[in-house]
């Protein structure tokens, strides 16, 4: 199981109502319903991980985040979780906006393109970097949006969304992200976990 | 003596409020059962089947003594797993494998109602089934499903019974017909009504029977249960048995011979008159408008857990309609999984062996019983 899941997991209150937006074979949606709430389903855009999905006793509709949220009516969900996929939308925004007004909260995380082996990679190789939690080539990421911890936190800031949480994750540790630590937490974390609402 | 003698009937003495006005009661619905029904009764699931199907959907049809319609997805360890569960399906009210239709002797004149059979709906159809329920005493199904038509009957029931269903599967199907399909139907109906023997739809009491027309429309409707990949795959540009055209009307190419084919075996096994009504009931299908043009309303007062499965190349009822009523269940909260499965076998392949249909629905059933048995314990 990816490391970041059991996180997200605490992040979730038990027995709430989730929507887990790309939920790719349902990993997760497993995890969560056998530890925190039954009442949890998904939606996937590809056809194969949906039946995967659909045998292990999960509920998930396919379809894609980006054209099929607003079928969702306001604050439906206690929680809506986007893993690693906001920035392969073509528009994040408008999809961080349906994830807000679908669910009560969102968990979002994001795969850290300023941490310091994706940069080092770029100005050392002058390549596009190719990293353990970004494994693709620039000719076939799925990925058209990369950001920063930084340039998100920025970026939800100036939209006024509230954090609830911001964590911060490299292969040894959980830290807390702040204004006042953000620089750091950007250059050593691969991965940013973000409890966020409107 | 009928050829239905010796299938399962139940004789509804009960009355039933049609959709038309007129009220029906002593009147029978021929069954199916496959399965067992445990101590229970727990274990039930309803399969609606669709316009031209019957009551046998598994093992061998003992009237046409061909394979049931949903051979594929229904038996011992199939999708719909009869070693597990105890599936119940009716020949759907104005059919014409021994349930109440057009072709049933009207005992007041001691002829065929033909067209003296009062108009059906999908509603109708749906409330005579459930006196099915009542005479197994099942209070709860685990499961309602069926495809087409099937599924349209799905929706339906779960509408008209909000709480009797644990699970709905409806497949392939839409919440109201098209103005394509109600204008396919009724090219069907016309080259019906157009046959000198349809004599007014009294044909019952002559030795002569619209043969020509009801073949006509079979061969009209099958097309569009495949796809344009599928013909052109298995049929192409292939003549029939010649090396050339022939410069006539005859059957030259493969497509035609299959088409007449399956026009002329249908003529044997169908009446002419149910196809007439049902196609009319499929037609007057529109559940959102019965529900002030929300379908949501529909399912409102509902705890069933829905599954619904489409499929890309199924022109007939496109995905499209199917995800109409993902949608509509998802904004009101409900519990709906959906999947598009591949496949280019056009709307027939819900009867066919599509494996990750098969597998999709036969998953879908186990770990939702499974579940259900979890919350019970």
């Known amino acids: 199981m990816k490391k970041e899941y059991k996180i997200i997991a605490n992040l979730i209150k038990e027995n709430s109502r989730v929507l887990d937006v790309g939920c790719g074979d349902g990993e997760l949606m497993d995890f969560i319903f056998k530890n925190i709430t039954k009442d949890v389903r998904g939606i996937e855009i590809s056809k194969l991980n949906v039946q995967k999905c659909i045998s292990k006793g999960l509920t998930v509709i396919e379809g894609d985040a980006e054209s099929d949220l607003y079928q969702f009516p306001d604050s439906s969900f206690d929680y809506v979780i986007l893993g690693q996929t906001l920035q392969a939308f073509l528009n994040p925004e408008k999809v961080l906006d349906e994830l807000l007004r679908v669910g009560k909260r969102a968990v979002v995380t994001i795969p850290n393109f300023g941490h310091w082996k994706v940069r080092l990679n770029l100005l050392l190789k002058g390549t596009m970097p190719v990293t353990e939690s970004l494994p693709h080539k620039w000719y076939n990421t799925p990925n058209l949006h990369m950001c920063t911890i930084k340039d998100f936190f920025n970026f939800c800031d100036n939209k006024k969304i509230n954090f609830i949480k911001s964590l911060a994750l490299n292969q040894q540790k959980l830290l807390n992200i702040s204004r006042s630590n953000l620089n750091k937490r950007n250059f050593f974390s691969e991965i940013g976990i973000f409890l966020i609402k409107k | ?377």
């Open chain 2, 1 to 377: 003596m009928s050829k239905f003698e010796n299938i399962k009937k139940l004789i509804v003495k009960d009355q039933l409020k049609l959709d038309c006005g007129q009220t029906i009661s002593d009147f029978p619905i021929a069954y199916e059962t496959y399965g067992k029904l445990n101590s229970k009764k727990d274990n039930a699931i309803l399969v609606f089947h669709a316009l031209t199907g019957d009551q046998f959907a598994s093992d061998i049809n003992p009237i046409t003594k061909k394979d049931g319609w949903w051979k594929y997805a229904l038996g011992n360890n199939k999708a719909i797993d009869t070693s597990k569960y105890f599936v119940i399906c009716a020949n759907v009210l104005g059919g014409c494998m021994g349930s109440f239709g057009p072709s049933s002797v009207n005992p007041k004149t001691g002829k065929s109602y033909g067209n003296d059979f009062p108009v059906i709906t999908i509603n109708d159809m749906v409330n005579a089934q459930y006196f099915l329920l009542k005479y197994f005493e099942i209070e709860k199904l685990f499961c309602v499903t069926g495809g087409s038509m099937g599924g349209m009957q799905v929706l339906q029931f779960v509408a008209n019974y909000p709480n009797v269903a644990q699970t709905a599967v409806p497949i392939a199907c839409t919440s109201n017909h098209s103005a394509q399909n109600i204008g396919l139907n009724e090219l069907g109906r016309q080259a019906i009504m157009a046959d000198a023997n349809w004599q007014n739809g009294k044909y019952a009491e002559t030795n002569l029977s619209p043969d020509k027309g009801l073949s006509v429309a079979r061969m009209a409707a099958h097309i569009t249960y495949l796809s344009k990949d599928a013909l052109q795959e298995k049929f192409g540009r292939k003549l029939q048995e010649r090396d050339d055209l022939k410069f006539s009307f005859d059957a030259d190419f493969q497509i035609e011979s299959y088409l007449r084919h399956q026009g002329s075996v249908f003529v044997d096994r169908f009446d002419a008159n149910s196809y007439l009504y049902i196609t009319r009931a499929m037609d007057y299908f529109d559940l959102n408008k019965k529900y002030g043009g929300n379908l949501s309303k529909a399912f409102e007062k509902s705890k069933t857990k829905f599954f619904i499965i489409s499929f890309t190349s199924d022109w007939l009822y496109p995905s499209s309609e199917n995800r109409e009523i993902v949608i509509a269940l998802n904004s009101i909260g409900a519990d709906v999984g959906y999947v598009e499965i591949d496949s280019d076998k056009g709307h027939d392949s819900f009867l066919l062996n599509i494996p990750n249909f098969l597998e999709t629905l036969g998953n879908f059933l186990n770990t939702s019983y499974e579940r259900l048995n979890e919350k019970r314990v």
